[in-house]
């Protein structure tokens, strides 16, 4: 019976239809990607193409700094606001990281939880805008993310830093109990993800976000402080960003300028969220279904490169994604709205 209920559960879950879309995609990369459809063995598939250790690490090691990046977008969502500044927080921060590696002595794992502090004092900047001076999240981390990718540039006079510091670098290339395919900074990535997954669902903190995206008026009445939520889940964002943009430098063994603001991991992680049922307007939404989403963009992303799709065309398609997402989300808000309004009504 128990069994039964949880597989029901599965189903009727939002992420469920995402989940199996994901499945037919893998599965169509990796035919696409091999050889196997001009006669060579169907086990080609499993060791080429899409599944050739190269491409999978190399989207594992991508996938390490949307995660972050994701589980901290994800409770600012759910909370009510957004961050389009943590790609310009985890590059500056990063620039950082590797200006002192280059010109100081002080050990990297210093600098690194140096550099961590510093992340989420850029959180604090963003808490001031939007809590001290008004402004609208969207509007406040939009302009900051152009502060921060010029500065950048204006550190190292738009070069890269190269990073030679073996401890940090090694932390990079770890792999996972000696796998050949899983980065040991991708198990941490999913550690996190799992760790904001328990406490979004079962804690008090949790559901006080969930509260203050839903219905801040409830949330202040309730004996909640909005302006503290918005603080801490501010901060955390960006400490989580700082984190991952230190842990994609330490792979890449450089920082770059510009490269972390350029990819698009937090274009991607934003709509991986959205994509996976977060409400852009706050109070609904899960990480579950949100890394499935981002699975789903990242093999969706693979499988264009797999077919020399022109890189203008990913372009299009990403935004096309995030469009749909939108809307997808705005249909589902006016379904929950409206199903509210008739409760209220017969209720009377």
């Given at each position: 019976m128990q069994k039964n209920s949880t597989l029901?559960?599965?189903?009727?879950?939002?992420?469920?239809?995402?989940?199996?879309?994901?499945?037919?995609?893998?599965?169509a990369t990796m035919i696409i990607s091999t050889v196997v459809l001009k006669g060579e063995p169907l086990s080609k598939v499993f060791v080429t193409g899409f599944m050739a250790r190269g491409n999978l690490v190399g989207i594992f090691y991508k996938l390490v700094v949307q995660?972050?990046?994701?589980?901290?977008?994800?409770?600012?969502?759910?909370?009510?606001n957004?961050?389009?500044?943590?790609?310009?927080?985890?590059?500056?921060?990063?620039?950082?990281?590797?200006?002192?590696?280059?010109?100081?002595e002080i050990h990297w794992l210093i600098l690194f939880l140096a550099c961590i502090i510093m992340g989420g004092g850029l959180g604090l900047i963003n808490t001031f805008l939007v809590n001290v001076l008004r402004f609208p999240s969207f509007i406040a981390t939009i302009g900051m993310a152009s502060i921060y990718a010029g500065l950048c540039n204006v550190i190292t006079q738009g070069n890269n830093?190269?990073?030679s510091r073996q401890g940090f670098v090694a932390l990079g290339k770890a792999q996972f109990l000696g796998s050949d395919y899983l980065p040991l900074v991708f198990i941490i990535a999913l550690a996190v993800l799992a760790i904001y997954q328990f406490v979004l669902s079962n804690t008090t903190f949790g559901r006080s976000v969930y509260m203050c995206g839903g219905n801040p008026q409830a949330a202040r009445l309730s004996?909640?402080?909005?302006?503290?939520?918005?603080?801490?889940m501010f901060v955390n964002n960006s400490v989580l960003a700082a984190i991952g943009g230190l842990l994609w430098t330490a792979n890449m063994k450089l920082a770059s300028p510009s490269a972390l603001?350029?990819?698009?991991?937090?274009?991607?992680?934003?709509?991986?969220?959205?994509l996976g049922g977060v409400a852009f307007f706050g109070g609904a939404g899960s990480i579950g279904g949100s890394f499935i989403a981002l699975l789903l963009l990242n093999v969706f992303e693979n499988m264009l490169a797999v077919l020399k799709i022109p890189s203008?065309?990913?372009?299009?398609?990403?935004?096309?994604?995030?469009?749909?997402?939108?809307?997808?989300?705005?249909?589902?808000?006016?379904?929950?709205?409206?199903?509210?309004?008739?409760?209220?009504?017969?209720g009377h």
């Open positions: 029901k559960r599965l189903i009727h879950h939002k992420a469920f239809p995402l989940l199996i879309v994901l499945i037919i995609f893998i599965i995660c972050f990046m994701l589980s901290g977008i994800v409770i600012l969502l759910i909370g009510g957004i961050d389009l500044s943590v790609a310009g927080q985890a590059g500056i921060v990063a620039m950082v990281f590797a200006w002192l590696c280059q010109n100081t830093i190269q990073i004996g909640l402080k909005p302006n503290r939520m918005r603080m801490i603001v350029s990819s698009g991991f937090d274009f991607m992680a934003i709509s991986a969220a959205i203008y065309w990913v372009i299009f398609a990403s935004g096309f994604v995030l469009v749909l997402a939108l809307v997808l989300d705005y249909i589902s808000a006016e379904r929950r709205r409206k199903a509210l309004l008739i409760a209220a009504t017969s």
